[in-house]
């Protein structure tokens, strides 16, 4: 009989012990290192029940060329209150032809699709409290003739909602205005009502997801030294500072438009519980620098939680058994913090 999960805790002996958070990960591009990091993920202690969305076979190829005891069980569905390291879940979604580490092959496309639309799902359905998803190749599925640009759209089209990538690295978090553009096309994506909506996704999230009650957010300008006074563009003038304007007036704490080459400077880090930046390029590689590895990329703004490692495919590791899961871990023990929250 199916276990029903109680709302916070489940008593016993006067002890109060939870029940485990559900991550369903998705092992992202097969022929990439995404099934070796499930496999060290599954190796770790993290407190919670993992479950694998994907092909078995390749995770415990994977496992196997790492040298991990990896035990793999179907997906019962029921909820857990401890973990061994080694144990893994897994619901096996198989791929339509063998994988060959560090090949792509479009064929297996449908098949990276199909499993975030499982987890996706599940999330929905409550099945899952959490999804953590391992690197995609866009891609090969383009080339495979699916539309595709990216995790953060696809679950955003999949739930219907408004999102915001965020990526969080230890002591700094930056959300972006634009994501996956062409650089030529951030000017006209950017509108008043974009940032007052993504601004308010951001602080929502800020409060409820982790818990901050007064987020301080800085907003960095689109222009070299946030346009000069409009001698180096008027985007600033026109569009971001009315939308924080109408912002502040809501409540929320908002500094900028800020110039971009200073605003991340130590001492303004230590000001701002996190960042707007106008375009994928202008805060990522300042956090990437800051912490690789460690950094996470979060999908705000979904009734679920979405967590996700802020590196690449890296063919090249692929079947090497080295690929490092330090960002992966990243990932599923802030989803588990997040979906702690909401036990």
């Known amino acids: 009989m199916e276990q029903e999960r109680p709302d916070v805790f489940s008593r016993g002996l006067g002890v109060s012990t939870p029940w485990l958070p559900r991550l369903a990960l998705t092992p992202g591009e097969p022929a990439g290192i995404g099934p070796e990091l499930v496999a060290a993920l599954a190796a770790s202690p993290i407190a919670a029940d993992l479950i694998a969305v994907g092909d078995a076979e390749p995770i415990l190829e994977a496992a196997a060329r790492r040298g ?9 569905g029921q909820w857990r209150r401890e973990r061994e390291p080694g144990v893994l879940r897994c619901v096996h979604l198989p791929t339509a032809v063998p994988v060959v580490p560090g090949t792509l092959d479009v064929r297996n496309a449908a098949h990276v699709l199909a499993t975030l639309t499982r987890a996706a799902n599940g999330c929905l359905e409550g099945e899952f409290d959490a999804v ?36 969080v690295a230890p002591g700094l978090r930056v959300a972006l205005a634009t994501t ?21 996704i951001l602080n929502d999230d800020l409060r409820h997801r982790f818990g901050i009650a007064a987020p301080r957010i800085a907003v960095l300008g689109l222009n070299p030294h946030a346009g000069e006074g409009g001698h180096l563009g008027r985007e600033e003038i026109d569009l971001i500072a009315p ?39 202008q805060g990522l590689p300042v956090l990437k620098a800051l912490g690789f590895g460690d950094g996470v990329n979060v999908t705000l703004g979904l009734p679920f939680i979405r967590t996700s490692v802020d590196h690449g495919t890296a063919l090249d590791l692929a079947g090497t058994g080295r690929a ?14 997040l979906a702690a929250k909401n036990l």
């Open 68 to 76: 991990l005891a990896l035990v793999l069980e179907d997906d019962d």
């Open 132 to 167: 953590v998803t391992a690197p995609v190749h866009k891609g090969v599925i383009n080339d495979a003739g699916i539309p595709f640009t990216g995790h953060t759209e696809f679950f955003a089209a999949r739930a219907h909602c408004e999102v915001v990538m965020l990526l």
């Open 180 to 200: 996956h553009l062409a650089l030529s096309a951030v000017p006209t994506a950017i509108t008043a009502a974009s940032l007052v909506r993504t601004l308010r």
């Open 243 to 281: 939308a924080l304007a109408a912002l502040r007036a809501e409540g929320l704490q908002l500094d900028g438009p800020l110039s971009a080459d200073t605003a991340f400077v130590p001492a303004k880090r230590a000001q701002y519980d996190a960042y707007l930046a106008m375009y994928h390029d």
């Open 324 to 337: 490092d899961p330090a960002s992966m871990l990243a990932a599923a023990t802030l989803a588990t913090q």
